[in-house]
């Protein structure tokens, strides 16, 4: 048994790096009406906000091409609606409800636990992965101010990860996976603004790496 020490910057750092699949206009590069971001242009990538290798556009649309090349630009927004149109990429419920859909009631919101059910995995990887996208909703719903609740959000987060390292056989496949599921979870201001407090509220704190099975049913 071992502790874990949090740090809200570290563990927001990766996922700041990677969120133009759904950050789609907002929470890491400010409103959604500014900030420039690098798109691939291959057909076969996500966009990135990092890296250079792609057409920079303008994350709230409009801005056009260099005046005499008779071409725009498509905006972040088009770029992303066309890949979400193609298949490349889930669509994503981006209302201001900050829990978003749950028909089931089972805590994943409803475009997450679709885009996990499409995935080529078997059922007990998918039940980890589901795991992972609860626990992590959870973090969008605490209230910041409430440590006792704060630490059970965190012991959550450490038993679905502990779920996945016993369901995939490397675990790297598992965080990869985990990853999307967590910028899909924080896809809009509001729910990237919330996911931000509760990282700082968590910053420094510790918790205990489970032992044994930590799977949920």
Known sequence: MRTIQFSGRLR??????SLALALSMSACGGSGGGGSVAVPVNGGGTPSAQGTAG???????GAGAPSGTGT???TLRDQIAALEQSGAYPKLDRSTDIAGPDANNNGVRDDIEAWINTQPLSDSQKRALLQKARSLQRTLLVTPDDQTVLQSVDDGLAASSHCGALQFA??????KLAGKVEAMTANTRQRAERYMQYNKARSGSSTTSPNGNTCEP
């Open 12 to 17: 927001l750092g990766a996922w700041c790096g």
């Open 170 to 175: 490397e675990y790297a496949d598992f965080s």
């Open 72 to 74: 725009s630009t498509p």
């Open 55 to 61: 057409t920079a556009v303008t994350g709230g649309g």
